[in-house]
């Protein structure tokens, strides 16, 4: 699943079509593409998950759920897009296997960005604070909570409780004020060495813990599970990440 920093590469690889006018519309989604055709496009922008395209009067919402891809100025073989935008001049925009949507609203309306961890408009102190209000939340799924951390994945869940030597399976009630902290600080942190090395096609070399076998800290296997509400793979070491329980 493109985690939030991946879609802020596609932010940067799209930029050129900002100001480019759509031409023509294709793809299999039902919504209204006729309406598309003529706007221009004044911004892109992503909170989380979530990749916007502005134009003068409403935006799309696309987001990427587990399996999506995108194609900017070619297309993939043998795929239908869910969404084909032509622009005058050439270029187009191909998004496959996703969810798009018309937003109606002006987008800052809509979305609080200081709840998107690869923001500017980033708040430790606010996801701090809505984190206490969840104080039965096992950890690995608060950090998958979009409300709190938009834009962090299974990835970015893994590889930061792992650096932050944090089990799973505590509960955000029983961290200490720092450990939990820390966890905010390291969110942020991660998701932009991601981005850096995801650039770079360095990330999986990067990972400490996701998909792996051995801990590199004990040198002991990982376990390796679905664990907490959402169900998502965990790889965690019993040694060295402390479980926080009451
Ligand atoms: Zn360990």
Same mark, same amino acid.
Do not use: E, I, N, Q
């Given at each position: 699943m493109p985690e939030g920093p991946s879609i802020v590469i596609l932010k940067e690889e799209a930029r +050129? &079509?900002?100001g480019r006018r759509i031409v023509a519309v294709e793809g299999n989604t039902r919504i209204d593409k006729e309406r598309l055709v003529g706007q221009r496009i004044v911004a892109l922008r992503s909170w989380g998950k979530h990749f916007l395209i502005e134009m003068p009067d409403f935006s799309l919402r696309i987001h990427f759920l587990m399996f999506g891809t995108y194609r900017i100025d070619e297309r993939k073989e043998d795929a239908t897009p869910r969404l084909g935008l032509r622009f005058r001049g050439g270029g187009e925009l191909n998004v496959y296997t996703c969810s798009v949507r018309f937003v109606d609203a002006p987008l800052d309306q809509v979305y609080d960005w200081s709840g998107d961890v690869m923001s500017d408009l980033w708040d430790a102190a606010g996801a701090r604070r809505k984190l206490r209000a $969840?104080?039965?939340?096992w950890v690995c799924d608060a950090l998958l909570d979009q409300d709190v951390?938009? +834009?962090?994945g299974n990835i970015i869940k893994n590889e930061v409780l792992f650096r932050i030597r944090l089990?799973? $399976?505590? =509960?955000v009630g029983a961290l200490p004020a720092r450990k939990l902290a820390q966890m905010v600080d390291e969110a942020r942190r991660y998701s932009f060495e991601f981005l850096a090395w995801k650039k770079a096609f360095v990330l999986r070399k990067h990972w &400490?813990?996701?998909?792996? =076998?051995? !801990?590199? =800290? !004990?040198h002991i296997p990982f376990v390796k599970a679905h664990l907490g509400r959402t169900e998502r793979r965990s790889f965690f070491c019993e040694r060295c990440q402390r479980l926080y329980d009451r």
């Open positions: +050129g &079509l900002v $969840l104080p039965d939340a951390f938009a +834009g962090v089990h799973p $399976l505590s =509960r &400490l813990a996701h998909t792996k =076998r051995t !801990c590199p =800290r !004990c």
